[in-house]
Each structure stands twice: as C-alpha cells, then as structure tokens.
C-alpha cells in the first residue's frame, strides 16, 4: 500500500507546470525534489516523507518552491523588468539640495514682491 504524499505532490506540480525537469532523491526522514536554474545550480526543495498532519505543510512547499523559482527568475511573471534601484546617498544628496535650493530662491522671490 503506497502512501500519497501531498507535499511531495505540489513541489513536482509546480516544476512541471513550470517546464523544469526534476529528479526525486529519497532519504530516510526526507524526500529531495531536484532541479538546476537557468544558470545551471542546483536547487531543491525538501518535504517529509511521512505525510505530515499539519493542513499548512503543502501550501508551505509549494510557496518554496514558487519562491526558489522566482528568486531564480524562472517563473512567467518575473520576466518583467526589476524595480528601478534607489538612488545612492550621494545622488539623493543632490536631489534634496536641488530642491532645497529652488524653495529658498521661491522664498526670496515672494520677499523681494512684499518688501516692494
């Protein structure tokens, strides 16, 4: 009698749904889903190999598993460009004096108006 193993189940799901290909490892205590990035280093995800009592455990794998493949840039919607990085110190340093600059000279321009 083979027992289904839920979590197991979802991390293969979300490779393959994904188009990666995948190698099972089994241990005693543990079952290593294997796969390699596009960069060609391996990953994995680890699930138990009892199935666990825990309603949470297949939601966690798959998230880890949606979560490596991300970081790795291997899911659909991460081939979107990255979020434009923060300015440097020294360029928001520059931003603020530009704009500290053109208050004071719009205060001194409403001074000159009023003193006249």
Do not use: C
């Amino acid at each position: 009698m083979t027992m289904k193993n839920e979590a197991l189940e979802a991390a293969l799901d979300e490779l393959k749904r994904n188009g990666i290909e995948t190698t099972v490892a089994y241990a005693s205590r543990h079952i290593q889903v294997r796969w390699l990035n596009r960069l060609g280093q391996p990953r994995f995800a680890t699930v138990s190999r009892r199935e666990s009592h825990e309603s949470h455990s297949v939601q966690n794998t798959r998230r880890q598993v949606r979560n490596t493949l991300r970081e790795d840039g291997m899911l659909p919607e991460t081939n979107k460009p990255p979020p434009p990085r923060p300015p440097s110190r020294i360029e928001q340093l520059e931003k603020d004096l530009e704009l500290l600059n053109s208050r004071i000279a719009r205060v001194e321009q409403i001074l000159k108006e009023v003193s006249i």
